[in-house]
T-cell receptor
Framework: DADVTQTPRNRITKTGKRIMLECSQTKGHDRMYWYRQDPGLGLRLIYYSFDVKDINKGEISDGYSVSRQAQAKFSLSLESAIPNQTALYFCATSDLTGWQETQYFGPGTRLLVL | AQTVTQSQPEMSVQEAETVTLSCTYD???????LFWYKQPPSRQMILVIR??????QNATENRFSVNFQKAAKSFSLKISDSQLGDAAMYFC???????????FGTGTRLKVLA
């Protein structure tokens, strides 16, 4: 079974709709992240959470919100979707083991906003 | 600000041959980590190899190795005995010390020719 899962894998929605992307992990990691990937660009950080009570904005948080329901679950919401939020969204987890923190990514959610 | 540059949008290699993907970065920090991630058509981001800046020895993982030139701020990935399954997008990433923030390059698409 996958350690980091994302649902849905693909989603088409309309402008103005609210949508939630979900992420679950079985790795037992405290840190979770949401990234966005656009064609020709690298991943950009939207939000990150170091534990259930610690949520922080990344470099492109406008138009997004998150919820850390439990250590294993981290959801990303688009309150009112717009077409330029069409992208591939990745959830990631990490466990700071000494100096060798490594991020583990989910399979991604492809979102199309019409 | 730190930046990561991958100047090769696309590369091709013949099966069983060797290919090198380039990555340069800019930082004034002395404590940092560098990563190569692979993104196959399945979209999942998979860690290929990691290098700690304080280590002079180049990291290797089976057929994957890096050429880490700290003074030149260069971090290239060498794939030996290329296989069809190596075809993917490869991202170089930088992380400063024990921070959360990863900076990704724009990626290099690797094609493996049979």
């Amino acid at each position: 079974d996958a350690d980091v899962t994302q649902t849905p894998r693909n989603r088409i929605t309309k402008t103005g709709k609210r949508i939630m992307l979900e992420c679950s992990q079985t790795k037992g990691h405290d840190r979770m992240y949401w990234y966005r990937q656009d064609p020709g660009l690298g991943l950009r950080l939207i939000y990150y959470s170091f534990d259930v009570k610690d949520i922080n904005k990344g470099e492109i948080s406008d138009g997004y919100s998150v919820s850390r329901q439990a250590q294993a679950k981290f959801s990303l919401s688009l309150e009112s979707a717009i077409p330029n939020q069409t992208a591939l969204y990745f959830c990631a987890t990490s466990d700071l083991t000494g100096w060798q923190e490594t991020q583990y990514f989910g399979p991604g959610t492809r979102l199309l906003v019409l | 600000a730190q930046t990561v540059t991958q100047s090769q949008p696309e590369m091709s290699v013949q099966e069983a041959e060797t290919v090198t993907l380039s990555c340069t970065y800019d930082t004034s920090e002395s404590d940092y980590y560098l990563f190569w991630y692979k993104q196959p058509p399945s979209r999942q981001m998979i860690l290929v190899i990691r290098q700690e800046a304080y280590k002079q020895q180049n990291a290797t993982e089976n057929r994957f190795s890096v050429n880490f030139q700290k003074a030149a701020k260069s971090f290239s990935l060498k794939i030996s005995d290329s296989q069809l399954g190596d075809a993917a997008m490869y991202f170089c990433a930088y992380r400063r010390g024990r921070t959360y923030k990863y900076i990704f390059g724009t990626g290099t698409r690797l094609k493996v020719l049979a």
